[in-house]
């Protein structure tokens, strides 16, 4: 099962590069409509944001983000040099059985910071730093 969550991190740690690259080409033709857009992937709309701070933990236990549409969250780790990721479970069952997540950041070293967009129905999710399991939280989305 570990080998499986694993391998995913990886293939979502290439298309996360493969998404930064498109993103990069986005950037570089994009218009002026990107005010807000902090990492520079245009996206609008509501955004969220997350941090992993000192002594290997996020700055909080609940991420509370409106539901049925797109928002973006931003991972920023301002963690030393230690690596993290943010990942985003249907719950903590669904992460220990090895299921995939519903959205994740690739696994990146502080200081870096890296967004992930999720459209979520109401309801309770759970977050994670699969470098560091122990690092998690809830997820809430409501309308
Ligand atoms: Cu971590």
Request: aromatic residues 6%; proline residues 5%.
């Amino acid at each position: 099962m570990r080998l499986a969550v694993r391998n995913h991190v990886s293939l979502w740690a290439v298309l996360g590069g493969v998404g930064l690259g498109l993103l990069l080409i986005a950037a570089a033709c994009g218009g002026g409509d990107a005010d807000e857009d902090t990492a520079g992937n245009g996206a609008t709309g509501p955004r969220a944001q997350i941090a992993m701070i000192s002594n290997l933990q996020f700055d909080r236990a609940e991420l509370v983000v409106p539901s049925g549409q797109d928002v973006t969250i931003s991972a920023d780790n301002q963690d030393g040099s230690v690596p993290h990721n943010f990942s985003i479970y249907a719950s903590a069952d669904s992460y220990a059985s090895g299921d995939f997540p519903i959205a994740s950041t690739e696994i990146c070293s502080a200081p870096c910071v890296r967004d992930i967009t999720v459209n979520l129905e109401p309801g309770s999710y759970y977050f994670i730093c699969e470098v560091h399991p122990f690092m998690m939280g809830n997820v809430t989305a409501a309308a």
